[in-house]
């Protein structure tokens, strides 16, 4: 049973990965637009409910073991590298926004997130092993 759930998630990784990666964009696009239509008290503008902002983390730890399960099945090292350079962006990115390390723009989280979306559809389509890769190709 075990073995049948983990051979399905392998295969299914890059769609599950681009599948957590579009929730996480709509979850960065939703925020604004649902506290610009919220009615402002003292207590409802400053911050997003303590949910909300947990979100961020579970979309993470999808997407990290998305990523982890795709590199194994890829033909093509350049996209695990570019997999792993793009969920690190994306890391930075919600940790940045969380403590206010640096004065970044809000939309520069889109990129790395667009990036995840973009890299499991062309490695789900393309660079597909049929068992787990030994000699991957650049």
């Given at each position: 049973?075990?073995?049948?759930?983990?051979?399905?998630?392998?295969k299914?990784?890059?769609?599950?990965?681009?599948?957590?990666?579009?929730?996480?964009?709509?979850?960065?696009?939703?925020?604004?637009?649902?506290?610009?239509?919220?009615?402002?008290?003292?207590?409802?503008?400053?911050?997003?409910?303590?949910?909300?902002?947990?979100?961020?983390?579970?979309?993470?730890?999808?997407?990290?073991?998305?990523?982890?399960?795709?590199?194994?099945?890829?033909?093509?090292?350049?996209?695990?590298?570019?997999?792993?350079?793009?969920w690190?962006?994306?890391?930075?990115?919600?940790?940045?926004?969380?403590?206010?390390?640096?004065?970044?723009?809000?939309?520069?989280?889109?990129?790395?997130?667009?990036?995840?979306?973009?890299?499991?559809?062309?490695?789900?389509?393309?660079?597909?092993?049929?068992?787990?890769?030994?000699?991957?190709?650049?």
């Amino acid at each position: 049973m075990i073995k049948a759930v983990s051979f399905t998630y392998q295969k299914k990784s890059d769609l599950i990965g681009a599948f957590a990666s579009g929730l996480c964009l709509l979850h960065c696009v939703a925020t604004p637009l649902l506290f610009i239509a919220q009615t402002c008290s003292a207590t409802c503008c400053d911050s997003s409910p303590t949910w909300w902002q947990w979100i961020d983390y579970l979309f993470l730890i999808i997407s990290f073991v998305a990523i982890y399960r795709s590199n194994q099945t890829t033909s093509k090292a350049w996209i695990g590298k570019a997999l792993w350079i793009s969920w690190l962006l994306l890391f930075f990115f919600i940790i940045n926004e969380r403590l206010e390390l640096l004065p970044l723009p809000e939309f520069a989280i889109y990129i790395p997130a667009l990036a995840l979306i973009s890299l499991h559809f062309y490695n789900q389509k393309y660079c597909k092993c049929n068992n787990n890769c030994i000699h991957k190709t650049d």
